[in-house]
């Protein structure tokens, strides 16, 4: 079982208990100021009986240790900061962004035409943010699964349906 204790140098410890026979011991998983996805792996990577992360997230927060935000909220915090100072985004992402935050099956209030964002823009969203490697690994499993598929023989003469008046 995993816990957070505050230590006496103002760091928190990601702690482990488990019975010996010398009784019970802990061992530290990890230390942080600041509870980080880092954090996280690295304690999950060493525990015995590895907590998940919002387990991990529950306990630092009870034991009154900083949390940092979720990546997603984080890259948000980051967004709306940056238009505060004038940035601008392109139109198109601007339109997959606020179709992404919406929430269309609650959503009662009918949709903007002019803001509507196209199923094939949406299906590439999650390709925005890639890196090129991301993106050439992708590419590469696509041409690997083409090269996987059975190849059928095409006959030497393409029968037709015959064209005509259909019979009664």
């Known amino acids: 079982m995993a816990f957070v204790t ?19 011991r802990s061992r530290t998983l990890a230390s942080f100021r600041e509870l ?3 954090t996280v792996k690295k304690a999950r990577a060493r525990a015995d009986k590895p907590p998940s992360a919002a387990e991990l997230r529950e306990a630092a ?3 009154g240790a900083p949390v940092a935000p979720e990546p997603a909220e984080r890259a948000a915090r980051d967004l709306l900061g940056m238009l505060a100072k004038g940035q601008r985004l392109d139109p198109m992402l601007k339109r997959l962004l606020v179709d992404a935050l919406e929430d269309d099956d609650r959503s009662d209030r009918p949709r903007d035409p002019s803001a509507a964002v196209s199923d094939a823009a949406r299906s590439v969203s999650e390709w925005v943010g890639a890196s090129p490697r991301e993106r050439g690994d992708a590419l590469a499993d696509l041409l690997s699964l083409v090269d996987a598929l059975p190849l059928r023989r095409r006959p030497e003469r393409i029968g037709f349906p015959r064209l005509g ?4």
Not at 8 to 22: H, N, V
Not at 165 to 168: D, N, R
């Open 6 to 24: 505050a230590t006496k140098k103002g760091l928190f410890e990601i702690r482990e208990s488990r019975s010996t026979p010398r009784g019970p």
């Open 36 to 38: 980080t996805d880092e």
């Open 61 to 63: 927060l009870r034991a």
């Open 165 to 168: 008046p259909a019979a009664s």
